[in-house]
C-alpha cells in the first residue's frame, strides 16, 4: 500500500539546470509534506516542508508546490550543483492539524545525480 | 546546530540476542521515533514516543521491540531476540511538534548473523 510514491527512481541533470523531482499521494488526509535528502550510510536531513494550505514554499535554490486536487508535489531545485547529488525522499503526514497520527510516510526516493 | 545522535554506529549481533540501539534527541524536541531502512527499500515507521509514552506503532513495532526514556535525554530501542529480518539501518528522529519536520539522526547499522 504505497500512499506516496515516487514513480522516478532516478534523474540525472546538468550543472546550473533545474531538477524537479515529483512525488504523488493518495491518502487525502495528508496535510503536510516534506522533501528529504539522504547521502548514503546518513539519515535523512529535512529540505523543505509545506502544509496543504498553501501551493507553494520557497528556500533558496529549493521550492516546493502542491497540486493537492491532484495530489502531486514536486521539487525543484534551481541551479542544480554537484553537491546536490543525493537520494530524495518525499514524505507525507496528517497530524500538521493535531487530530491525524505522528509518523511520517515516506516514497521509496528519486536518487538525483548532478553532472558537472 | 543541535542535532540527533545515536550510537553505535554499526552493531553486528547474533540472531537471537538482545540489541540496544541508543539515540540522544534534540534537547527542546517533544516527540520522538525511531524508523528503519531495509537496504532498497523505504524509510518505514516503526514507533513515536510523547510524553513518556508509546503515542504510535506500526504493524512493524511487535512484541519483540521495545522503547524506553530512561532519563531526561536518552531515547532507547530494544530488540529482545534478533531475527535475521531486522537487518536494517535503524534511524532515531525528533519534533518540537506532532506531524511536521522530523530531525533524523545518522542511523544505527543492525547486521543480524
Known amino acids: 500500500d504505497q500512499q506516496v510514491k515516487q514513480n522516478s527512481p532516478s534523474l540525472s541533470v546538468q550543472e546550473g539546470r533545474i531538477s524537479i523531482l515529483n512525488c504523488d499521494y493518495t491518502?487525502?488526509?495528508?496535510?503536510?509534506f516534506l522533501w528529504y535528502k539522504k547521502y548514503p550510510a546518513e539519515g535523512p536531513t529535512f529540505l523543505i516542508s509545506?502544509?496543504?494550505?498553501?501551493d507553494k514554499n520557497e528556500d533558496g535554490r529549493f521550492t516546493v508546490f502542491l497540486n493537492k486536487s491532484a495530489k502531486h508535489l514536486s521539487l525543484h531545485i534551481v541551479p542544480s550543483q554537484p553537491g546536490d547529488s543525493a537520494v530524495y525522499f518525499c514524505a507525507a503526514s496528517d497530524g500538521y492539524s493535531g487530530a491525524g497520527s505522528y509518523q511520517l510516510t515516506f516514497g521509496k526516493g528519486t536518487k538525483l545525480s548532478v553532472i558537472p | 546546530e543541535p542535532e540527533v545522535t545515536q550510537t553505535p554506529s554499526h552493531q553486528v549481533t547474533q540472531m537471537g540476542q538482545e540489541v540496544i540501539l541508543r539515540c540522544v534527541p534534540i534537547s527542546n524536541h517533544l516527540y520522538f521515533y525511531w524508523y528503519r531502512q531495509i537496504l532498497g527499500q523505504k524509510v518505514e515507521f516503526l514507533v513515536s514516543f510523547y510524553n513518556n509514552e508509546i503515542s504510535e506503532k506500526s504493524e512493524i513495532f511487535d512484541d519483540q521491540f521495545s522503547v524506553e526514556r530512561p532519563d531526561g535525554s536518552n531515547f532507547t530501542l530494544k530488540i529482545r531476540s534478533t531475527k535475521l529480518e531486522d537487518s536494517a539501518m535503524y534511524f532515531c528522529a525528533s519534533s518540537p511538534r506532532a506531524g511536521t519536520e522530523a530531525f533524523f539522526g545518522q542511523g544505527t547499522r543492525l547486521t543480524v548473523v
Open positions: 491518502n487525502s488526509m495528508f496535510d503536510y
Open positions: 509545506i502544509s496543504s494550505i498553501k
